[in-house]
């Protein structure tokens, strides 16, 4: 039996790896833990362990890793526990893998720990590119300390095999996100709302905007040029999800709860839940902001995408997004793009570059084929292009 523990450490990654836990869960050659740390276990950013426990796919642990410091302290601080709690963790319980998704600075720190404990990682969502976040960073390093990769195209794992790793241990696999869509049972649209306690009776927007944290002190001023745009469509509601525990992240969500609290058709949420999300993105006109999501799983959606800035930068996109500069004028003409009659047209054909929703199959039956075929040995050749 294969002990594979997977690390989650925000609401977002977790609703990714939702299809993949619950399929290790069920498989009787593996035996699955949940690390679950980070924003996960913190009532200021909505305590997601809560969803996590109404899942029950398999047995968790609790590992508090969230600093005290502000702004890039806290960054470091974070990091720095996850480090030490982690290496904790490994040192006593020794799984054979530990499996971790995309590019967060907390998950960097639990891949440091889990190579000073020789752990195997595996990886995936890397070779992607963000050029407009240090998540850019931490991911590609976390490609480097890992033993198996998951990527979500071929150009990605072109990438991943481009930093000197060696084909064979690097699969394209899809994205998990579009997987988790096609299995969502997604709540009606009045039930939705009743679900949130937000009425929606008028064409609404799902917006998430995060700071963009290779820029000095710009996430104030591009929020509030999003703000305005969306105060000249007072016919519309707009639902806001929060910024998650990045540099910055903590003067978004006081902007937008002053905001949200000053006008009748806003909604801020800590967090909406995987289902409530996907559900949200069902009904919504647009999906706008910075978020990965807006890239990857809402072409599954058929949905326009409204990606603002250089956070997202780099990624491969569909047609169906709209990329726009952070000031109010390039974001109303993107607003009315995405709601004009043609552009829902070409929304409703688009093919997503991301996958076709059979990921986890994948992922599954690869490392149980290399578990029992190959010697797993962490002490990686570095592999040359020819």
């Known amino acids: 039996m294969i002990k594979i523990d997977i690390v989650t450490t925000t609401r977002a990654e977790y609703g990714l790896m939702r299809p993949l836990i619950k399929r290790m869960s069920g498989d009787a050659e593996i035996d699955v833990k949940l690390l679950v740390t980070g924003t996960h276990l913190s009532e200021k950013y909505g305590y997601t362990f809560s969803e996590i426990k109404k899942d029950n796919f398999c047995s968790t642990v609790q590992i508090p890793i969230l600093g005290n410091s502000l702004g890039v302290e806290f960054v470091s601080e974070t990091m720095a526990n996850a480090i030490v709690a982690f290496t904790k963790y490994l040192s006593k319980n020794k799984p054979d893998f530990i499996l971790v998704d995309g590019d967060r600075y907390e998950t960097l720190g639990v891949c440091i720990a889990a190579v000073n404990c020789n752990i195997p990682i595996i990886h995936c969502s890397g070779g992607a590119t963000t050029e407009g976040a240090a998540d850019e960073c931490y991911r590609h390093a976390m490609t480097k300390m890992s033993f198996l990769h998951f990527p979500t195209t071929e150009v990605y794992r072109n990438r991943i095999i481009q930093m000197g790793e060696s084909p064979e241990r690097v699969f394209t696999v899809g994205s998990m996100g579009i997987e988790n869509i096609l299995q969502t049972d997604f709540l009606d649209r009045e039930e939705l709302g009743k679900q949130i306690n937000f009425p929606l009776t008028k064409p609404f927007a799902v917006v998430t905007f995060h700071p963009v944290t290779l820029e000095n002190n710009t996430c104030e001023h591009q929020l509030n040029e999003l703000l305005q745009a969306c105060d000249s469509h007072p016919e519309m509601q707009f639902i806001f999800t929060k910024a998650n525990a990045d540099n910055g992240g903590d003067v978004i969500n006081t902007i937008l709860d002053d905001y949200a609290q000053k006008r009748d058709n806003v909604l801020c949420v800590s967090s909406l839940g995987a289902r409530r999300y996907l559900s949200a993105l069902k009904y919504a006109e647009f999906v706008m902001g910075n978020s990965s999501s807006g890239i990857i799983e809402a072409p599954s ?46 929304c409703a054909t688009v093919k997503n570059p991301n996958g076709d929703g059979d990921t986890t199959r994948k992922i599954v039956g690869t490392i149980k084929d290399f578990w029992s075929k190959q010697h797993i040995d962490i002490k990686k050749s570095f592999y040359d292009l020819k």
């Open 301 to 346: 959606m058929h949905l326009p995408t409204i990606n603002i800035g250089d956070r997202q930068r780099g990624r491969i996109q569909a047609a169906s997004i709209i990329n726009c500069e952070p000031n109010k004028g390039c974001i109303l003409a993107a607003m009315e793009k995405a709601l004009s009659p043609h552009f829902k047209r070409i």
